[in-house]
């Protein structure tokens, strides 16, 4: 049955792909665009009626990355640049003819979804290395989305520069101006007062869903595979200096609780700050005092039914900031390709959280990155406050990288954990290899080690990909030994060998029915295989075939999944309050996932679930409904149910609940009010956030924040809450 699939989607596949687009190397004669210097400064208010912008050239030959690669695009875009001896500015002209109506956005969040937007982005390859890009995209509000991409497969998503957009909303399309301080860009000294970086630019008319870009690319890369760049000429930027950002926060709170043991109410008065010192063009250190998170969002409840632990995402600022360099490690992609494993030596909320995600103060920390075209290197070091039962602890994670050839690389890292408890210990050596456009190899290998009991354990993987227009084929080896214990780090499971091979087909071949709704075919196949590595022997198989995906011109999507599962329990498993006893179970689940255009008005999202589970049955539902009139107000409501029908040793029925809604409310993409309520009925957990936010200078904030979490506690049968309302004010200064 397995190979009759395989060949029958390898045989639809291969009739489509002669119609199809390829993956092209990068071309040798790069197009250009030429910034033209100005000595005045501009007023950036999305017009573009200087004068100097006249003077400027303009550039509007972009080709089509989506839907058909090489094509001219449906509607035209131009771009000018300029710049003074503060500002490299962008003025852009997204032609449209529907013109206003034709804009898409659902709400005002800084890092918005690419997915529900209308957009315009930069990246700039300041070192010529062709593997680094910095990228500062906008949509048609002027709402900001930033980061750092490093070859194209690392990305640092929560990076903020600091820069101004500001935008308007015509009748023949939208504008945007663009001002971005020297100093927030980097870029080597050279002798030479003329640079040419390497540059591309991206548009998205999310109405269409049709993608264009100045300097083409394959449409399975993205914009930052600097490879496929254009060249901004004549630039004259001043000599990099010292940059340094000073961020201090003064901040007051007041937090109440109900039947908690040691934990008093209290009101706290509270001064720290960050400092960031670009020392040269390659190297930063951010030091950190009194460290504070009040603003960040809050946790969101998950109610998990697989033997895999549920991986929380970080949501703290100052270690979201060059996370990828420190972010080695294998786990599931957003299409989830790679497997389910995941396995990472650092995790950087084993610090100043603890094992519920409740803050534990941090007293004082500093990182330092150096970044360079041959290599990179870096270091945190953390110290965490004494409370309660939790000692003072110090966290130290050192960092270094060796690039080699056009974009490989090896290197190896350390993580120390120390108390007056015990010292734990992993050394980490990596690679990373790209052995053509298409063809990549990832590795790791990582040991680690305690004091308190001396135990030793190992984990490692290989994970190759193959990604084409056609393909995206994977084989992933993991492993982790009994005794592998991370204490700063991420382990999704233990004691486990896996093996997860698996392949989807892209297909977009004319013999698709219905091409005015359907862009793409994607079926595919997903084996998970996992042994003990203990015995060797067999404890998981799952074997997820993906016949139907389709994914529609406007966003959507629509697809059905069969996964024919085994399960051996060495030990019980209790999903949801559901006990499992041990043995060997066979089972096989469905699964439809659906999508409807994601930047509509009103957008839905939805997975139904059903099927035989151990020795019982479940049937499982999750829906988003997402309902944003207009840009300035975002409401998303998220119903998850589990329903489970005679399982476990006890054959137990039930039905588990997970309610949340949240508001977002804008007057522009500056000042936003932030709701979030969550409810889940297996232990009548209650949480809300409420969060008022004003950055009434760039990147300087004010925050009025209210926070509730209330559960029943069935070990003291007792219910539990805690209060906390915080208001905090930052001021950004940059030297």
């Known amino acids: 049955m397995i190979k009759k699939l395989y060949y029958l989607l390898l045989f639809v596949s291969t009739f489509s792909f002669a119609q199809d687009a390829s993956i092209f190397k990068p071309d040798s004669i790069k197009k250009t665009i030429e910034a033209t210097p100005i000595i005045t400064s501009l007023k950036v208010d999305g017009v573009m009626n200087d004068a100097e912008w006249r003077m400027a050239k303009s550039v509007s030959d972009f080709i089509q990355i989506e839907p058909f690669q090489g094509k001219n695009p449906t509607h035209k875009t131009e771009v000018r640049v300029l710049y003074n001896k503060h500002y490299l500015y962008f003025g852009i002209f997204a032609h449209d003819s529907l013109g206003k109506k034709a804009i898409r956005a659902t709400d005002f969040r800084r890092d918005f979804s ?76 050279t002798d030479s007062p003329t640079q040419n970086w390497g540059f591309n630019m991206v548009r998205n008319r999310r109405l269409t869903n049709e993608q264009t870009a100045f300097s083409p690319y394959p449409r399975s890369f993205t914009n930052t595979r600097m490879a496929y760049a254009a060249v901004l000429t004549n630039l004259q930027p001043p000599p990099p200096s010292t940059n340094i950002r000073v961020q201090p926060y003064l901040l007051t709170s007041v937090d109440r609780y109900k039947n908690f043991e040691n934990k008093p109410d209290k009101n706290t008065l509270k001064l720290g700050g960050e400092i960031k010192w670009a020392i040269n063009p390659n190297a930063i250190l951010d030091l950190t005092v009194n460290t504070d998170f009040a603003q960040a969002d809050a946790d969101r409840q998950v109610n998990n039914v697989t033997r895999f632990s549920v991986f929380f995402p970080e949501r703290r600022q100052f270690f979201l900031e060059n996370a990828s360099l420190f972010g080695v490690g294998v786990g599931p992609n957003d299409d989830q390709s790679g497997g389910s494993m995941r396995v990472q030596p650092f995790f950087s909320r084993t610090i100043g959280l603890d094992n519920s995600g409740n803050p534990i103060p941090i007293d004082v920390g500093a990182r330092f990155v150096y970044r360079s075209l041959k290599r990179n290197y870096g270091a945190i070091l953390m110290r965490q406050r004494e409370v309660g039962d939790s000692p003072g602890t110090n966290f130290f994670v050192g960092r270094f990288s060796e690039n080699f050839g056009k974009q490989n690389r090896i290197g190896g890292l350390v993580t120390v954990k120390n108390s007056p408890l015990a010292t734990n210990l992993t050394t980490t050596i990596d690679g990373f290899f790209r052995l053509s456009e298409s063809h990549s190899l990832n590795t790791m290998a990582v040991y680690s080690t305690s004091t308190n009991g001396g135990k030793q354990g190992f984990s490692g993987f290989a994970q190759y990909y193959y990604t084409t227009n056609q393909f995206k084929v994977w084989w992933t080896e993991s492993i982790v030994t009994k005794n592998f214990n991370p204490e700063m780090g991420f382990v999704s499971r233990s004691d486990v060998i896996g093996t997860t091979p698996g392949i989807f087909f892209f297909n977009r071949g004319n013999w698709i029915p219905f091409k005015k709704f359907i862009r793409a075919f994607e079926p595919g196949i997903m084996t998970e295989f996992y042994h003990q590595a203990s015995t060797g022997k067999l404890i998981e198989r799952q074997l997820n075939f993906n016949p139907i995906w389709l994914n529609f011109q406007r966003g959507g999507f629509l697809g059905y999944l069969v996964n024919p599962t085994f399960q051996r329990l060495t030990e019980p498993f209790e999903p949801l309050g559901v006990q499992i006893g041990t043995g060997d179970y066979n089972y096989v689940r469905h699964q439809i996932y659906a999508s409807t255009d994601p930047s509509k008005i009103i957008s839905l999202n939805t997975e139904f679930n059903w099927g035989t589970y151990f020795n019982g049955k479940l049937t499982g539902h999750d829906m988003r409904l997402q309902f944003a009139p207009i840009p300035h107000i975002s409401i998303l409501g998220r119903y998850n149910r589990n329903h489970f029908k005679e399982v476990g040793e006890a054959r137990i029925s039930k039905k588990v609940d997970l309610f949340s809604i949240e508001g977002r409310f804008a007057l522009n993409p500056r000042v936003q009010l932030i709701g979030f309520y969550q409810r889940n009925s297996e232990n009548n957990l209650q949480n809300y956030n409420i969060r008022l936010s004003w950055e009434y200078q760039p990147l300087s904030y004010i925050y009025v924040v209210f926070n509730h979490r209330g559960f029943d506690n069935l070990q003291t049968q007792k219910t539990q809450s805690e209060d906390h309302v915080i208001a905090k004010i930052s001021y950004l200064k940059q030297f």
């Open 114 to 189: 690419i997915r529900q937007h209308d957009l315009i982005g930069l990246s700039f390859d300041g070192f010529n290395d062709k593997r680094n890009a910095m990228a500062l995209v906008t949509n048609p509000y002027g709402v900001q989305r930033d980061f750092l991409s490093f070859d194209d497969i690392y990305y640092d998503i929560d990076w903020d520069g600091l820069w101004r957009v500001r935008t308007t909303r015509t009748d023949s399309g939208w504008v945007a101006e663009m001002a971005i301080p020297w100093q927030t860009l980097r870029y080597p000294k």
